[in-house]
């Protein structure tokens, strides 16, 4: 079993809905989750972090952690086509070393 | 602040040959990282350092690879001899010190794309 798994999609969304992407982790001592966004080509960028349960807004952005089910997600509102790109979640286990899931691919249709 | 740089961007080399790439992590980061990206794998860490100082590098796949950093602005991730399954984008990220309930943000430069033949 992969430490940190994603749907690789590609999901594909209408411009204005909202984009659902989700991911869950394997070791129950992650500390910290986050997404980052990879455009075609270019790097990763660190979009939204979460450490406690609950949810986590930043602006069209809403990043949701449920530890007990080791399971977080990202939600996407108003998407818009500049979103298209591929999301990474990624862990944080401790001893510095970050688990990257192998991403998913977001789609968002003009 | 000019980033994380990394060169050459693009490297194409016929299997056996040896290949270097390089890294200059952003201006007084505490820690660099390696890691290299495939369709079939996502995005792997290969070896990270602090402070210069080889920390884990459980994530080498084998002894064909290898990285240094001789000082603070430099590192190097070499592999010799290279096989075309090497073939994928390196990437070198670096953040600052951990501090307690925070969480230290990598950034990643550009990548190298290497195609070995």
């Known amino acids: 079993q992969k430490e940190v798994e994603q749907n690789s999609g590609p999901l594909s969304v209408p411009e204005g809905a909202i984009a659902s992407l989700n991911c869950t982790y394997s070791?129950?001592?992650?500390?910290?989750f986050f997404w980052y966004r990879q455009y075609s080509g270019k790097s990763p960028e660190l979009i939204m972090s979460?450490?406690?349960?609950g949810d986590k807004e930043d602006g069209r952005f809403t990043a949701q952690l449920n530890k007990a089910s080791q399971y977080v997600s990202l939600l996407i509102r108003d998407s818009q086509p500049s979103d298209s790109a591929t999301y990474l979640c990624?862990?944080?286990?401790?001893?510095?070393?970050?688990?990257f899931g192998a991403g998913t691919r977001l789609f968002v249709k003009a | 602040d000019a980033g994380v740089i990394q060169s050459p961007r693009h490297e194409v080399t016929e299997m056996g040959q040896e290949v270097t790439l390089r890294c200059k992590p952003i201006?007084?980061?505490?820690?660099l990282f390696w890691y290299r990206q495939t369709m079939m794998r996502g995005l792997e860490l290969l070896i990270y350092?602090?402070?210069?100082?080889?920390?884990?590098d459980s994530g080498m796949p084998e002894d064909r690879f290898s990285a240094k950093m001789p000082n603070a602005s430099f590192s190097t991730l070499k592999i010799q001899p290279s096989e075309p399954r090497d073939s994928a984008v390196y990437f070198c990220?670096?953040?600052?010190?951990?501090?307690?309930?925070?969480?230290?943000?990598?950034?990643f430069g550009p990548g190298t794309r290497l195609t070995v033949l």
């Open positions: 990220a670096s953040s600052l010190e951990l501090r307690l309930a925070d969480y230290n943000e990598q950034f």
């Open positions: 070791d129950r001592v992650s500390q910290s």
């Open positions: 979460i450490y406690s349960n």
């Open positions: 990624a862990v944080y286990t401790g001893g510095f070393k970050t688990i």
């Open positions: 201006s007084g980061h505490d820690y």
């Open positions: 350092f602090n402070n210069n100082v080889p920390i884990d």
